[in-house]
């Protein structure tokens, strides 16, 4: 038996999945949309960690930062054992030897994904194939602005700009995701709870929920269509981590924002491709990422690693657009907030006193 053939039979049953996460502690399984997640060990998160039932692949959120691997690779990780101490652990989880033989399992779409993996690797952003929808998507949701939102320093008129909605059966603010290059597509749905902390935790409540299945974030930036007329008239183009976080600049430049999210503290490369096609090459570009990517820790070690990750995140653009990232050199920041979550004054000083590459 190889790796493989070892993956091969994980997947032949769930329950298998879940036997492993369990065995390395996690705790808070439940399964969602193709998809299997839990909490770490160390952590409440319910949604930390994700393990995609058809290919074991893993997503593993901690800390500001994600790990990237398959369902053996995060064993692994959270073992510390070199992959063939792993991998013995895993076959005698389940008293398997070497002769294991795959069960015939019959795909119906064999055809047409055998034709799909001849076919050449899509590059360019452009020919992505992203479904588009009007604004008839988001009719089910109730027109009107959450008051949590104004709470935060979201005008009325910010969040009716973005479409932003309430879906009062799971309780959740509505954010369209428009198209990066028409702000009447929308492309993608993503609903935030608006249960507290405490309800998120003993309810195991996913703090997000994407309403468009197979909606892929990395594919587009959100805000980008409402901002390039205001980023070509300020040559800036500012980079958060949330949709609030564009949302709330909007309301500070009264709906003449220039700034965009990613949906996560990583920048892919089809955002970098959108970014580097869609703006004047005067365009500075601005990182304005939250307080615990600053703090970010190496984990064997330690050691502070966050600036050397901003560092490493402008260097994607640098040689194209000047770069720059917003530090928190006097500690204004909490643990998790952005710079903009601090008002007005504090963000353009935060602005102000950017690091430059």
């Not at 839990?38 to 290919?55: L, Q």
């Not at 490369?269 to 500075?284: A, G, K, R, S, Y």
Request: glycine share 6%.
């Amino acid at each position: 038996m190889n790796a493989n053939d070892l993956k091969e039979y994980i997947k032949e049953d769930l329950e298998r999945i879940e036997k492993i996460l369990e065995a390395i502690g996690c705790h808070s399984i439940w399964r969602s949309r193709g998809e299997i997640r839990c909490a770490p060990p160390e952590s409440v998160n319910h949604t930390a960690i994700s393990v995609n039932i058809d290919t074991l692949f893993c997503r593993y959120y901690s800390s500001g930062e994600t790990l990237k691997t398959d369902l053996i690779g995060l064993v692994q990780h959270f073992k510390g054992d070199p992959f063939k101490d792993t991998f013995r652990y895993l076959t005698a989880l389940f008293g398997l030897s070497g002769r294991y033989s795959k069960k015939e399992r019959i795909d119906p779409l064999k055809e047409f994904k055998d034709i799909r993996r001849k076919n050449r690797i899509i590059t360019d952003i452009k020919e992505r194939e992203v479904p588009r929808f009007g604004i008839e998507a988001i009719s089910d949701y109730v027109p009107s602005t959450h008051i949590s939102l104004f709470y935060e320093g979201i005008m009325p008129q910010t969040a009716e700009l973005f479409k932003v909605c309430y879906d009062p059966r799971q309780d959740r603010i509505v954010f369209p995701h428009f198209a990066y290059d028409d702000k009447n597509a929308i492309v993608g749905i993503t609903g935030r709870t608006t249960r507290s902390n405490e309800e998120i935790k003993q309810f195991l409540i996913p703090k997000y929920f994407n309403y468009i299945k197979g909606y892929m974030k990395t594919w587009n930036l959100y805000g980008f269509s409402h901002s390039i007329e205001y980023v070509k008239k300020n040559k800036m183009l500012i980079i958060h981590e949330a949709e609030k976080s564009v949302l709330k600049h909007f309301t500070m430049t009264r709906n003449q924002g220039f700034s965009v999210s990613t949906g996560g503290h990583e920048l892919i490369e089809e955002q970098v491709q959108i970014i580097l096609q869609e703006t004047p090459p005067n365009t500075e570009i601005v990182f304005s990422y939250d307080k615990d990517v600053m703090e970010m820790k190496d984990k064997n070690t330690g050691d502070p690693v966050g600036e050397e990750f901003l560092v490493n995140t402008c260097k994607k653009i640098s040689k194209y657009r000047k770069t720059s990232y917003i530090w928190d050199t006097y500690n204004i920041l909490k643990d998790t907030e952005s710079p903009i979550d601090r008002g007005y004054k504090i963000f353009h000083h935060l602005l102000k006193y950017r690091k430059t590459l």
